[in-house]
């Protein structure tokens, strides 16, 4: 799919994809997943800003998919 397909959705819009930012773990990192699932539910993409010592990186984890 083509990510300027993708619909997003946050605050009551609808969309194929909702997301957060994890601030209890870092508050640079975005996490997005499926509609109707949530970040607990393993089947995310997270985004982690770079740092001053640390590049950007993206991990998935697709066990609960």
Request: glycine share 6%; proline share 5%.
């Given at each position: 799919?083509?990510?300027?397909?993708?619909?997003?959705?946050?605050?009551?819009?609808?969309?194929?994809?909702?997301?957060?930012?994890?601030?209890?773990?870092?508050?640079?990192?975005?996490i997005?997943?499926p509609?109707?699932?949530?970040?607990?539910d393993?089947?995310?993409?997270?985004?982690?800003?770079?740092?001053?010592?640390?590049?950007?990186?993206?991990?998935?984890?697709?066990?609960?998919?």
């Amino acid at each position: 799919m083509a990510a300027t397909s993708l619909k997003i959705h946050r605050d009551g819009y609808s969309g194929d994809y909702d997301f957060k930012t994890d601030t209890s773990v870092d508050p640079h990192v975005i996490i997005i997943f499926p509609n109707g699932l949530s970040e607990n539910d393993q089947c995310t993409v997270s985004y982690h800003q770079a740092k001053a010592v640390e590049p950007a990186r993206v991990e998935i984890n697709t066990d609960g998919c």
